[in-house]
């Protein structure tokens, strides 16, 4: 592709050669992650245009990125799939943008300590099959796991697909290997300093890791899937709850409000029944699956459910990974994902319900319950982000969705660029003031991933946000009443 | 799966920039950068669509694509990716931007000389000058039960020569009233698709199938895969109506000799890896004949690739990439000789002029211990 004829940073290009550019061509490419930004906001909030790209082969181009950077001040955007809607990947002051997709495949297993270390940007699914092929299985995945990336599932709070069974994805870390922010090569493990602790969930901002190891476990020899259909949320829950707490624990469950059905079958892809949906995944021994299957029925019995059909169920799951395919009825998906107790996602959902006729627009809620007491949940609407009004205010109902998850003990899962105005909702000052001291500690010139996770842009500081979104959420609610 | 191209402007809203289409591109896994892949492309169809200039780095971008239809098979929100880079290269078309002078060259070779390399109709027939012994009917015989379709590749390529050769043989073996059209063949009118041309390639469709019916034939064999997947796929669409003839591969007419016991394999020892043409797999859905068909050779051990049917790599040799990248090409070819080499295999065979062309050319650049040979060259030795 076409360089530019004068180049701003020389010495990267010597060091990189190809695997670098300034071309504007190709650095238009790294403006974006999946959320759809109208261009006004993105012009008055951030520079999204990197001065350049880094296509890294290894950790030593990713030293040289930092180096360089560290020397110069320039801000540093590291990015991989790029696969969140909160720009944690995407530049908001220029700078380098040091691309680590090239960083792919698995280094090594070690049978005796049953871990697997792998290169940051391999993605989820990529390792799942490289391990099944040599009779092993990653412990959980993200339900993004074709594309998502396992360096970026551990720089966000790492639940999913197999959480409830194994835990969160840092009590499966054994050791990153991470550029810090001066360029220095760290080898963190849980008692190293800095801890292991400190990279996950950063969001890329204590520095960039190129190397993972973690837990694996033998393939189980029987994987089960169930889907179960309740009469009301009310009983859903109660059986969500059951089956959280029960014995052997699930490896997956799932689930899916009307409102989610309904708007599947919108999008072409219509569901057997439309009551609230629990998808319930059994693994490991056959007997284990057995017990397991046993422990469902007598839940569905107390819980008023029915059973569907294997195949049904075994649809889901392969279903797993393609929630994104709701956006064919869209063109735009809008929404917000929160952390939730479970023991209020009933009332969460009839709340959200409420906010959704007032504002006229289908509310869908799913998700994953990833601790006994826990869901990550998804509530989603459509919207047209080629209609920019009707979109801006759109944007506000994101909030409204968060504020309906506050109030029954939930929060935003992600914090990004778009979500730190809610930082002071979701940590308490103890752990915020922990947070600060890292990035003081580790990033003292505040080059690696700015403007992520500590603290707001200035016209998203929380007393301008909120502000702004409720206005914009009241002129919406006027708008569509109107109309 | 479901799969929709409602056109640039709806498709490229609906893409969900999910990024499970880079993890599987054979152009991204080699490039690298982010316009590279299929989440780019679509940037830049979306660009296409809103109207926007398109500057010679991004045609470049567009036509850096094999159409191997990966995307297509992974994506959620169930785009059909590959009409939709049609669509996109159609749009580069209509708006007078074939760039690059290597595809001029060989859209005006399709519509000057009918084929893709601008050779005279009769270069067509020399495949048969190397034949050990006649066979009757070759040529554009009046009446034959079967039309083989041979190709631009195979038969105007010397080093896929041994295609035609090997299939009219077999076909002969198995006394099969069968001929070709001769000098009359003209291109299948895939590469000329490929640059979204659609109208030239109706008027090589139509002139075609013409011919071939000439023959009072009822089925068209054929031996590449493209070839195959637009007889089937495309002409009724580019013609508005059926054509009128059976289509297959050669790999199903060969599994159809067989099951009739009009050919009988000889013991061939041999460890085989088998590639999945793209337009053959994942574009046309024939995985399991050519399986069957090397799976009838006694003593023949079929080893597969870590990735194969529907999750098999490209060997990079579609979607006109070969113009105007072949170095971008000769390195997705090695990625999928590694996997080859991995098996162990004596040979790898693949039902595709073109794959054959890519794989052998990697295969002797890496001095790989395996013979790449198409299935026709392969089962001529056993059959």
């Not at chain 2, 075609?208 to 019916?213: L, S």
Request: include cysteine.
């Amino acid at each position: 592709m076409s360089q530019v004829a004068t180049l701003r940073f020389p010495e990267l290009a010597d060091a990189l050669g190809e695997r670098y550019t300034e071309s504007i061509f190709e650095r238009a490419f790294y403006r974006r992650d999946l959320a759809a930004v109208p261009s006004l906001l993105e012009t008055l909030l951030a520079r999204t245009l990197p001065h350049a790209v880094a296509c890294a082969r290894n950790a030593d181009d990713v030293t040289t990125v930092v180096r360089y950077a560290s020397a110069h001040h320039l801000p540093i955007t590291p990015r991989a799939a790029a696969t969140t809607v909160y720009w944690n990947s995407v530049p908001t002051r220029g700078g380098l943008v040091v691309d680590l997709n090239q960083l792919r495949g698995l280094v090594s297993i070690n049978e005796e300590r049953l871990t697997a270390t792998v290169q940051s940007a391999t993605r989820w699914g990529e390792l799942e099959a490289t391990l099944n092929r040599r009779g092993y299985a990653t412990l959980s995945y993200p339900s993004s796991a074709p594309s998502a990336t396992i360096g970026g599932w551990v720089s966000m709070e790492g639940f999913g697909i197999g959480s409830l069974k194994y835990g969160r994805l840092a009590q499966q870390l054994k050791r990153l290997e991470v550029v810090l922010p001066n360029g220095e090569i760290s080898h963190a493990t849980p008692e190293s300093n800095p801890p292991l602790s400190w990279f996950v969930q950063a969001e890329g901002t204590l520095g960039i890791i190129t190397q993972v190891e973690l837990a694996i476990r033998p393939k189980p020899n029987v994987v089960s899937n169930h889907l179960l259909a309740f009469s009301d949320l009310t009983a859903l829950q109660r059986a969500m709850l059951a089956l959280a707490t029960s014995t052997p624990t699930a490896y997956n469950i799932h689930f899916s409000d009307v409102a989610h059905l309904r708007l599947l079958r919108q999008a072409g892809f219509p569901s057997a029944t439309e009551k609230p949906l629990l998808a319930i995944t059994f693994d490991g021994s056959a007997q284990q699956v057995a017990a397991g299957a046993q422990t469902l029925k007598n839940v569905v019995a107390s819980c008023d459910g029915e059973i569907l059909n294997d195949s049904l169920a075994g649809l889901e799951w392969v279903d797993r990974f393609a929630s994104l395919r709701l956006k064919r009825a869209g063109p735009t998906l809008l929404g917000a994902e929160a952390w939730l107790p479970l023991s209020k996602l009933a009332d969460y959902i009839t709340d959200l319900a409420r906010l959704a006729d007032a504002q006229r627009v289908p509310i869908a809620t799913y998700g994953t319950v990833v601790t006994p007491t826990t869901a990550t949940v998804l509530s989603v609407f459509l919207s047209d982000e080629t209609r920019t009004i009707n979109y801006i205010l759109d944007l506000s109902l994101t909030k409204k969705i968060y504020d309906v998850a506050f109030r029954y003990g939930g929060r935003p899962y992600g914090i990004g660029f778009w979500n730190a105005p809610y930082l002071h909702r979701t940590c308490t000052p103890q752990e915020l003031m922990e947070r600060f001291a890292r990035k003081r500690q580790l990033d003292p010139l505040n080059i690696m991933n700015p403007d992520k996770v500590y603290k707001t842009a200035f016209l998203l500081s929380p007393m301008f946000f909120n502000l702004g979104m409720d206005a914009l959420s009241w002129l919406r609610r006027a708008w569509s009443t109107s109309r | 799966m479901k799969s929709f191209n409602i056109g640039l402007d709806h498709e490229t809203l609906v893409c969900a920039r999910c990024g499970y289409c880079q993890a599987v591109c054979p152009v991204y896994k080699t490039l690298g950068w982010e316009s590279t892949g299929p989440r780019g492309r679509i940037a830049i169809a979306r660009q296409a669509a809103q109207g926007a200039p398109l500057s010679i780095d991004h045609e470049h971008r567009v036509y850096q694509c094999t159409l191997c239809g990966h995307c297509r098979a992974v994506c959620p929100t169930h785009i059909d990716t590959c009409d939709l880079w049609l669509d996109l290269r159609g749009y580069l078309a209509d708006h007078g931007s074939i760039a690059r002078w290597q595809l001029r060259r060989i859209r005006d070779n399709l519509i000057a000389h009918h084929n893709i390399t601008g050779d005279v109709p009769e270069n067509r027939l020399l495949w048969q000058q190397n034949l050990e012994t006649g066979i009757p009917g070759l040529n554009l015989q009046a009446h034959a039960q079967v039309v083989y379709f041979v190709g631009c590749v195979a038969g105007l390529y010397p080093q896929t020569q041994g295609i035609p050769q090997a299939l009219s043989q077999i076909l002969a073996k198995a006394q099969i009233d069968f001929t070709t059209l001769g000098s009359a063949e003209e291109c299948c009118g895939f590469p000329l698709l490929g640059m979204g041309l659609e109208d030239a390639a109706a008027d090589l469709a139509r002139r075609n199938v013409a011919r071939a019916k000439e023959s009072d034939a009822s089925v068209l064999v054929a031996a590449c895969p493209s070839c195959y997947h637009t007889w089937r796929d495309v002409y009724p669409r580019l013609l508005g109506a059926p054509i009128g003839l059976q289509v297959k591969h050669t790999s199903e007419f060969l599994v159809d000799l067989l099951t009739e016991h009009q050919l009988s394999p000889q013991p061939f020892k041999a460890r085989v890896t088998y590639h999945d043409p793209c337009d053959l797999g994942r574009n046309s859905g024939v995985y399991d004949p050519p399986r069957q068909v090397l799976k009838a050779i006694p003593g023949l051990e079929l080893v597969e690739m870590v990735d194969h049917r529907e999750n098999a790599l490209c060997c990079g040799g579609g979607g006109n990439v070969e113009v105007i990248d072949p170095d971008l090409v000769a390195a997705i070819a090695r990625r999928r000789l590694a996997q080859a080499s991995e098996t162990g295999a004596n040979f790898l065979v693949t039902p595709c002029p073109q794959c054959k062309r890519t794989l052998a050319n990697a295969a002797r650049t890496e001095r790989a211990r395996l013979q790449v040979l198409d299935l026709n060259e392969f089962a001529c030795r056993a059959l």
